[in-house]
């Protein structure tokens, strides 16, 4: 499953325009169903799970949800029963979309439900609730988040050599457990890392930076104003911003997270906003069975 970083770097007459540098690792080419950050968030719930002997994985998730996708293919992979407990209890009456499909494919139990009881996935009498329902089961936080998930993300940055040669690390955000594990793997250097929130998340990274800063961590530099509306919010502007960057770089980004994080990263550049010879390590996070949830990319 874990296999060597791979690292492009970008070449566009734009970059050199402003003579800043941009690589990108390529974690969408981890593995085709397992990809990106998806499965180093879930790399120590399964050794968790191994080693209480538990039979079952449960989590959480939208209908196009990468985390769900990702868990069901694990789950199969590894010799678990898993569970997806999904936001919208109209769904379950409805066709699967693809993601859906294949998760029950992987042999998932989707469980759907009310988007108010969705809300309860953090109480802890409502996950009691379904651990007594499960005894034998682990629960895993919605996309991986917490200090199990952030650890994996530690492992996904240490395979890269020299980390301290980036100026700064841009990641984009869901949970913010991504942005954390890098936080964290390059608490040691004077490597910044930048988050760009795919939802408004401005009071739930206030608190991760009091967390962070607790820790002695520098806090991330968060970049809101690249939403574009909202989670899954996939505008004709970020579309036409995706065909012209795989056009431009050969690289495809996802339509929920890493477009975004491109688009202002590139804005930025466009801005000064960096330096004359900063060098950044942009993520790509995978995803891209998301784009199922999309019109495909016209010529």
Same mark, same amino acid.
């Given at each position: 499953?874990?296999?060597?970083?791979?690292?492009?770097?970008?070449?566009?007459?734009?970059?050199?325009?402003?003579?800043?540098?941009?690589?990108?690792?390529?974690?969408?080419?981890?593995?085709?169903?397992?990809?990106?950050?998806?499965?180093?968030?879930?790399?120590?719930?399964?050794?968790?799970?191994?080693?209480?002997?538990?039979?079952?994985?449960?989590?959480?998730?939208?209908?196009?949800?990468?985390?769900?996708?990702?868990?069901?293919?694990?789950?199969?992979?590894?010799?678990?029963?898993?569970?997806?407990?999904?936001?919208?209890?109209?769904?379950?009456?409805?066709?699967?979309?693809?993601?859906?499909?294949?998760?029950?494919?992987?042999?998932?139990?989707?469980?759907?439900?009310?988007?108010?009881?969705?809300?309860?996935?953090?109480?802890? &009498?409502?996950?009691?609730?379904?651990? @007594? %329902?499960?005894?034998?089961? +682990?629960?895993?936080?919605? !996309? $991986?988040?917490?200090?199990?998930?952030?650890?994996?993300?530690?492992?996904?940055?240490?395979?890269?050599?020299?980390?301290?040669?980036?100026?700064?690390?841009?990641?984009?955000?869901?949970?913010?457990?991504?942005?954390?594990?890098?936080?964290?793997?390059?608490?040691?250097?004077?490597?910044?890392?930048?988050?760009?929130?795919?939802?408004?998340?401005?009071?739930?990274?206030?608190?991760?930076?009091?967390?962070?800063?607790?820790?002695?961590?520098?806090?991330?530099?968060?970049?809101?104003?690249?939403?574009?509306?909202?989670?899954?919010?996939?505008?004709?502007?970020?579309?036409?911003?995706?065909?012209?960057?795989?056009?431009?770089?050969?690289?495809?980004?996802?339509?929920?997270?890493?477009?975004?994080?491109?688009?202002?990263?590139?804005? &930025?550049?466009?801005?000064?906003?960096? @330096? %004359?010879?900063?060098?950044? +390590?942009?993520?790509?996070? !995978? $995803?891209?069975?998301?784009?199922?949830?999309?019109?495909?990319?016209?010529?």
């Amino acid at each position: 499953m874990e296999k060597p970083a791979i690292i492009d770097h970008l070449f566009s007459d734009f970059l050199k325009e402003h003579k800043v540098q941009v690589d990108i690792l390529r974690e969408d080419l981890l593995h085709p169903q397992i990809s990106g950050n998806k499965y180093w968030k879930l790399k120590y719930f399964i050794k968790e799970a191994q080693e209480k002997n538990y039979n079952t994985l449960i989590s959480f998730g939208g209908a196009y949800s990468n985390h769900i996708h990702a868990l069901a293919y694990t789950g199969k992979k590894f010799g678990f029963k898993t569970i997806g407990i999904i936001r919208g209890e109209e769904l379950a009456a409805k066709e699967r979309n693809p993601t859906l499909y294949d998760a029950e494919q992987y042999g998932m139990k989707l469980d759907f439900i009310s988007r108010k009881d969705y809300k309860m996935r953090f109480d802890t &009498k409502f996950l009691d609730t379904i651990k @007594k %329902k499960h005894p034998n089961s +682990l629960i895993i936080p919605e !996309g $991986g988040a917490g200090d199990t998930g952030e650890k994996g993300v530690v492992d996904m940055i240490g395979r890269i050599q020299n980390i301290s040669q980036y100026n700064y690390i841009l990641v984009c955000s869901g949970t913010s457990t991504t942005a954390i594990g890098i936080a964290k793997a390059v608490k040691d250097s004077e490597t910044k890392v930048i988050t760009v929130p795919a939802l408004n998340l401005r009071q739930t990274l206030l608190n991760v930076n009091d967390r962070l800063v607790k820790y002695g961590i520098d806090p991330l530099i968060s970049w809101q104003e690249y939403t574009f509306g909202g989670y899954g919010k996939f505008p004709d502007e970020l579309r036409s911003f995706c065909k012209d960057f795989q056009k431009e770089y050969n690289i495809l980004p996802d339509p929920v997270y890493t477009s975004k994080g491109l688009y202002g990263l590139l804005d &930025k550049i466009s801005q000064g906003y960096f @330096k %004359k010879g900063t060098k950044i +390590l942009f993520v790509h996070t !995978g $995803g891209l069975q998301g784009w199922r949830g999309y019109n495909k990319l016209s010529d």
